[in-house]
């Protein structure tokens, strides 16, 4: 049995990867695709994607059709759209980024109803990042660490989600608040870093689909810690390998690590 998914800004680059690879998986199916009011594709087929249906900016109409909600879209629309499947009793799958500790917090009170996928990352070996990072920051807690991630020029937010996410699990790792630690660049006489300081440096340039290195750096040694997206499939396939995994789970909020068995 197919799993039928709605892709929310399927005109995006991570919108447009995960249709091309939904329409080659023979366990999911399509059952609408979803922009935002007033784009130009609303009312269109997507070019070889005809069996994918008409761009619609309407949830509404086609939530009732869907198994699972996948949402690469704006902080706002995302709200929107969660709230729309969590009144349909409808599973979500989400990669936003960019979101405030407010829209998190409505989204876990979403959770509550329904079962929903967040990761500002959905690579297997972003995700796998994450534990590397923890256990080494665990081993390195003397080291100065600091973050740097590269993105495309069209990139709006920053850092990345991704980042955020890394400095959030070393944080917690050793202990420290990182609302009170973290750097995001540096500028002037700072003067001489603290111990305590989780950097983190954001990079836009060309079209760099995304990397992150994280060092850790002690006396006379440096340990550099690297993932590299070569292509928007790898954030693609790991939606789709969410959605499939989340039919099965009760309403909570989950992540990467639970659909990997990372935890």
């Given at each position: 049995?197919?799993?039928?998914?709605?892709?929310?800004?399927?005109?995006?680059?991570?919108?447009?990867s995960i249709l091309n690879l939904a329409t080659k998986d023979p366990e999911i199916k399509i059952a609408g695709i979803l922009e935002a009011k007033n784009h130009s594709m609303?009312?269109?087929?997507?070019?070889?994607?005809?069996?994918?249906?008409?761009?619609?900016?309407?949830?509404?109409?086609?939530?009732?059709?869907?198994?699972?909600?996948?949402?690469?879209?704006?902080?706002?629309?995302?709200?929107?759209?969660?709230?729309?499947?969590?009144?349909?009793?409808?599973?979500?799958?989400?990669?936003?980024?960019?979101?405030?500790?407010?829209?998190?917090?409505?989204?876990?009170?979403?959770?509550?109803?329904?079962?929903?996928?967040?990761?500002?990352?959905?690579?297997?070996?972003?995700?796998?990042?994450?534990?590397?990072?923890?256990?080494?920051?665990?081993?390195?807690?003397?080291?100065?660490?600091?973050?740097?991630?590269?993105?495309?020029?069209?990139?709006?937010?920053?850092?990345?989600?991704?980042?955020?996410?890394?400095?959030?699990?070393?944080?917690?790792?050793?202990?420290?608040?990182?609302?009170?630690?973290?750097?995001?660049?540096?500028?002037?006489?700072?003067?001489?870093?603290?111990?305590?300081?989780?950097?983190?440096?954001?990079?836009?340039?060309?079209?760099?689909?995304?990397?992150?290195?994280?060092?850790?750096?002690?006396?006379?040694?440096?340990?550099?810690?690297?993932?590299?997206?070569?292509?928007?499939?790898?954030?693609?396939?790991?939606?789709?390998?969410?959605?499939?995994?989340?039919?099965?789970?009760?309403?909570?909020?989950?992540?990467?690590?639970?659909?990997?068995?990372?935890?």
């Amino acid at each position: 049995m197919s799993i039928k998914i709605i892709i929310s800004g399927v005109c995006g680059k991570m919108g447009l990867s995960i249709l091309n690879l939904a329409t080659k998986d023979p366990e999911i199916k399509i059952a609408g695709i979803l922009e935002a009011k007033n784009h130009s594709m609303v009312g269109k087929q997507i070019g070889e994607f005809s069996k994918a249906g008409k761009v619609t900016d309407d949830l509404t109409k086609i939530i009732d059709k869907t198994d699972v909600l996948i949402e690469f879209t704006t902080p706002e629309s995302t709200i929107e759209h969660i709230n729309i499947a969590s009144k349909a009793k409808k599973y979500v799958v989400l990669g936003t980024t960019g979101l405030r500790e407010s829209g998190v917090h409505i989204i876990k009170q979403f959770s509550k109803q329904i079962p929903v996928v967040m990761a500002p990352n959905m690579s297997v070996g972003v995700n796998l990042l994450y534990k590397l990072v923890s256990q080494t920051a665990k081993l390195l807690s003397g080291y100065d660490i600091e973050i740097v991630e590269l993105h495309h020029n069209k990139k709006k937010d920053a850092p990345s989600g991704t980042a955020l996410k890394i400095a959030e699990v070393i944080a917690k790792e050793l202990g420290r608040d990182l609302t009170s630690v973290g750097v995001y660049g540096r500028k002037g006489m700072t003067g001489p870093r603290k111990k305590e300081e989780l950097g983190i440096l954001s990079i836009r340039a060309g079209d760099i689909v995304g990397e992150h290195t994280v060092y850790f750096a002690g006396p006379g040694e440096v340990v550099e810690i690297t993932h590299k997206a070569l292509s928007r499939d790898t954030f693609a396939n790991g939606a789709l390998r969410a959605a499939k995994w989340i039919v099965k789970q009760k309403p909570g909020l989950y992540d990467m690590q639970d659909v990997l068995g990372l935890k």
